[in-house]
């Protein structure tokens, strides 16, 4: 099952049936909709250029990458901008990065995260942020965005609750997300 080549591709509009079914999987229920999707699509390219990828072994997703390009994105509450070496506007964001269960510690989510980072830099952004999932087990999202280069800017509490009263089911804490958020930020 795992000697098949991984091919890895900018996200393209076929692959949205799959990457809902992967994310709602891997992240709980209503983590991502169709709706939200191609809105975050869009805010991914710029200047032609995709930052969002897919990684597919034997035609079947195994994992994706979803970023917004710097500019095209407005920080939120949870952002801690004057934290931040570079600007709002040539910072990108790393809305997500999921691999599926039997596929994850194989390098997928790194080759994922460097072709992003490629395309960001090529779009002209100078950094990407990113909220990280503290309990996630073993750590293991901030542990990933650490290896990637990321650097802590805040934890932040409750980051996920009111999408959890709004109709996200955590897979640690269901309808009432109690979840922690590493800010995290990548120079460029």
Known sequence: MFS????????????????LQLANQVHGDGYLDAQSLAYYHQLSIKKG??????AYADKQLVGFRLCWAAGQWQ?????STELWQTAIADTSYFKCNTIAPLWQGRGIGGELMNR????LKQQGAKA???HLWRQSPGNAAVKYFTKQGGQLVKIHPDKWRQDSHNGYECVRCGFDCRCEAAEMIIYF
């Open 128 to 130: 990407g942020v990113a």
């Open 116 to 119: 992003s980072i490629t395309a």
């Open 49 to 54: 250029i995709d930052a969002s990828f897919v």
């Open 75 to 79: 920080p939120d509450l949870w952002c």
């Open 4 to 19: 098949s080549a991984i091919e890895y591709r900018q996200l393209q509009l076929q692959d949205y049936v799959a990457l």
